[in-house]
């Protein structure tokens, strides 16, 4: 089992200069490697389609909307899920929503105990953010979240990639675009990414509300 994440927006509340509204966090999670490694090659196989550089990252913000829509034609039909969770900054109070390690802790959380059903001795692979202490703090409190009452784990290991590495963590990326746009003002008047994926979405959830 394996579960790429990735996040978009920021930490600030300063909206007034340019903080975003949202915090958002998606995880794309494959049943197995066999699976996760058909989607590795299906995105490589789209560069070529699109005539990119193999070293191209599909980043949302970076991509005009051609490449995003056949971006999320050709993942979906690949064999994931997706999780996402859309943090409404402009609602939230709190110490806890002081530092980017807070809103990590409670969007990566949230998501994990969301994909509880799917999480089977799982390594969690996140986009490289942060030193070293910060992984550990990630893993410590996913680990603590999702223990069982039997003492198991759902979460075997976290590991953290850079992005323009990692076709999968680059994938959670464009999904968190795509949920993201679907948020934004105006969305209406906009291609709905979201919708061309929408049967690998299991869970987006909104919160607060």
Not at 27 to 43: K, L, N, V, Y
Not at 190 to 197: N, S, T
Request: net charge positive; aromatic share 12%.
């Amino acid at each position: 089992m394996l579960a790429f994440v990735d996040e978009s927006g920021d930490s600030g509340f300063n909206f007034s200069t340019g903080s975003s509204t949202f915090f958002i966090c998606v995880a794309a999670i494959f049943p197995d490697s066999f699976s996760a490694d058909a989607c590795d090659r299906s995105i490589d196989e789209l560069r070529r389609t699109l005539k990119m550089p193999s070293r191209y990252e599909f980043h949302f913000s970076h991509c005009s909307d051609r490449v995003r829509a056949e971006f999320f034609r050709k993942v979906a039909n690949e064999q994931f899920k997706y999780y996402g969770f859309v943090l409404n900054k402009r609602s939230l109070y709190g110490s806890r929503f002081n530092d980017k390690q807070g809103f990590y802790d409670l969007a990566v959380g949230l998501i994990c105990e969301n994909a509880r059903p799917l999480l089977n001795n799982a390594t969690v692979v996140i986009d490289e953010c942060g030193d070293r202490g910060f992984r550990q703090n990630l893993e410590k409190t996913l680990k603590a979240r999702m223990a069982n009452e039997d003492g198991t784990c759902n979460i075997r290991k976290v590991r953290m990639e850079p992005s323009h590495n990692n076709n999968l963590v680059q994938l959670a990326d464009m999904l968190c675009g795509a949920v993201g746009r679907s948020y934004s003002a105006g969305s209406a008047k906009k291609e709905d990414f979201r919708r061309i994926v929408s049967r690998r979405e299991e869970r987006v959830q909104f919160w607060p509300k």
